[in-house]
């Protein structure tokens, strides 16, 4: 079956820096997104890879290993209004997005 | 965690007629449903954001009538590509959510005219 796999609940601290993974098993691959998710609002996009590598966008890089089903993402400098909850989806060979669960990530001061 | 199924998973449609995408939240009352595109390696673009016994309320450049959405009850949504053109194909994402709880995601339907 597919599945994507990643944390459910991260603490951190603000200033520092945390690492969310994500694991997944699909049926095929079409590239692996992250979405930033604020309580009550819509998710909005951070990053996309399909390739093998590490994307930096600012405070935010992702990372992906296709041969080990991986990806992670970084956050650098963390500040408060990051916390959110983070959304790893994969599209498959169908270019059907499976969703992992997200992971709430709370900064503490 | 809760289920939101969309329906088709896939549809090619000939250009110029419409096409209707259902979105049901299977476990739960969706007060709100949420309709977004994505093109291939894009991000997500919010379309509009209906709540359920109410119009929905289209963003910035979103055709209403080209783009009918209808949440008549707590568990279905749809949304209907009207008059659809090649232009229009692309890959939709509906999500629904349950008052001020986190959104759920079907799992996209991709529709190609032709």
């Known amino acids: 079956g597919q599945n994507i796999d990643q944390p459910t609940e991260m603490t951190a601290t603000e200033g520092a820096i945390v690492q969310i993974n994500c694991t997944y098993q699909?049926?095929?691959?079409?590239?692996l997104f992250w979405y930033q998710q604020h309580a009550g609002e819509a998710p909005t996009f951070l990053s996309y890879n399909v390739l093998d590598g590490l994307e930096e966008k600012g405070r935010f890089s992702s990372f992906l290993s296709r041969s080990k089903g991986y990806s992670y993402l970084l956050l650098k400098e963390l500040q408060m209004k990051d916390s959110a909850s983070y959304l790893c989806?994969?599209?498959?060979?169908?270019?059907?997005?499976?969703w992992g669960a997200g992971t709430k990530l709370i900064i503490k001061p | 965690g809760a289920v939101v199924s969309q329906h088709p998973s896939r549809v090619i449609c000939k250009s110029g007629t419409s096409v209707k995408i259902e979105c049901r939240s299977l476990d739960f009352q969706a007060t709100t449903m949420f309709w977004y595109r994505q093109f291939p390696k894009k991000s997500l673009m919010l379309m509009a954001t209906s709540n359920e016994g109410s119009k929905a309320t289209y963003e910035q450049g979103v055709e209403k009538d080209k783009f009918l959405i209808n949440h008549a009850s707590l568990t279905l949504s749809t949304l209907t590509v009207t008059s659809a053109h090649p232009e229009d194909s692309s890959f939709y994402i509906c999500?629904?959510?349950?008052?001020?709880?986190?959104?759920?995601f079907g799992q996209g339907t991709r529709l190609t005219v032709v």
């Open positions: 699909t049926s095929g691959f079409n590239g």
């Open positions: 989806a994969v599209m498959d060979s169908n270019y059907q997005l499976i």
């Open positions: 999500s629904a959510r349950q008052g001020e709880a986190e959104a759920f």
